[in-house]
Antibody
Framework: QVQLVESGGGLVKPGGSLRLSCAAS????????MSWIRQAPGKGLEWVSY????????YYADSVKGRFTISRDNAKNSLYLQMNSLRAEDTAVYYC?????????????WGQGTMVTVSS | QSVLTQPPSVSGAPGQRVTISCTGS?????????VHWYQQLPGTAPKLLIY???NRPSGVPDRFSGSKSGTSASLAITGLQAEDEADYYC????????????FGGGTKLTVL
């Protein structure tokens, strides 16, 4: 079935690094724009980064620019988020989300999320 | 502070109608970008509820409807049911390159 499965979350010290992965299945991954969206404990959704279907266009939220890097491997149906210089305020559940063409510009497929905790 | 503004909470009794507003600006909703709505049940990932301002994905009850006018959008839920208790988020796009994807702060719906 159509699904996204995130992995790679965990506990990391401030200043540390972590690499999140998102495995796609059940749909043509290479046709979809992908995003990382996070949710701090008890807070709302915050968009983090966006990559086009080919990987040629990338955007980042100001809060992570210069520290996070989004990438994708269409041959492996996978999306990644390399997170460096992590801060306490990066603590959140990180969701990967897919935007296709059937639902306009909406994110119609979401993963279950992976928790990232930045603490000493 | 979210780019799109939603009320923090709304409530209603079973069977009633509630609306959730989403207010943006001339650089996002007012610029013509579509508004989408997501429902997040407790402890779960968000789920697409309304896309393209007023369209429902298959499987979403017609009790849920969306509209857009000017720099604002609204989500209406009629015939409230206990299982509608959730957080609701609006989402759009913005002409700002620093944050092209924007969300509302979310609205907690309580079914009394």
């Amino acid at each position: 079935q159509v699904q996204l499965v995130e992995s790679g979350g965990g506990l990391v010290k401030p200043g540390g690094s972590l690499r999140l992965s998102c495995a796609a299945s059940g749909f043509t991954f290479s046709d979809y724009y992908m995003s990382w969206i996070r949710q701090a404990p008890g807070k709302g959704l915050e968009w983090v980064s966006y990559i086009s279907s080919s990987g040629s266009t990338i955007y980042y939220a100001d809060s992570v620019k210069g520290r996070f890097t989004i990438s994708r491997d269409n041959a492996k149906n996978s999306l990644y988020l390399q997170m460096n210089s992590l801060r306490a305020e990066d603590t959140a559940v990180y969701y990967c989300a897919a935007r296709g063409y059937s639902y306009g510009s909406a994110f119609d497929i979401w993963g279950q999320g992976t928790m990232v905790t930045v603490s000493s | 502070q979210s780019v799109l503004t939603q009320p923090p909470s709304v409530s209603g009794a079973p069977g009633q109608r509630v609306t959730i507003s989403c207010t943006g600006s001339s650089s996002n909703i007012g610029a013509g970008y579509d508004v989408h709505w997501y429902q997040q049940l407790p402890g779960t990932a968000p789920k697409l509820l309304i896309y393209g301002n007023s369209n429902r994905p298959s499987g979403v009850p017609d009790r849920f409807s969306g509209s857009k006018s000017g720099t604002s959008a609204s989500l209406a839920i009629t015939g409230l049911q206990a299982e509608d208790e959730a957080d609701y988020y609006c989402q759009s796009y913005d002409s700002s390159l620093s944050s092209p994807v924007v969300f509302g702060g979310g609205t907690k719906l309580t079914v009394l």
